[in-house]
Nanobody
């Protein structure tokens, strides 16, 4: 199985920034970031596909978050700027063995990280 290792979570004040990283132990067709906030269901916030590096974002984070990848290191990043208190939640890295275009739906992903907490106050 592919193992996912996450880092970069923490606590910041509103308007601040964080950069999350997720490294996979093997090749994956799609990688994505999901989050679950208090009182809300898990939502896909950003995806990136290996063919062409196409990206997709949830409306709630467009213009503030940027997903990118380092092919050589099998690593995906999530740069989060202009953070708001409503961004608080548990962030999960996910990877899919196949599928294109990559979708922001949890059922499409095969491997998941343990999650990293992001708190904005």
């Amino acid at each position: 199985d592919v193992q996912l290792v996450e880092s970069g979570g923490g606590s910041v004040q509103a308007g601040g920034s964080l950069r999350l990283s997720c490294t996979a132990s093997g090749y994956n067709f799609c990688m994505a970031w999901f989050r679950q906030s208090p009182g809300k269901e898990r939502e896909g916030i950003a995806t990136i596909g290996r063919p062409g590096g196409s990206t997709d974002y949830a409306d709630s984070v467009k213009g503030r978050f940027t997903i990118s990848q380092d092919y050589a290191k099998n690593t995906v990043f999530l740069q989060m700027d202009s953070l708001k208190p409503e961004d608080t939640g548990m962030y999960y890295c996910a990877a899919a063995r196949r599928g294109f275009p990559c979708k922001r739906e949890g059922k499409n992903y095969d491997y998941w990280g343990q999650g990293t907490q992001v708190t904005v106050s």
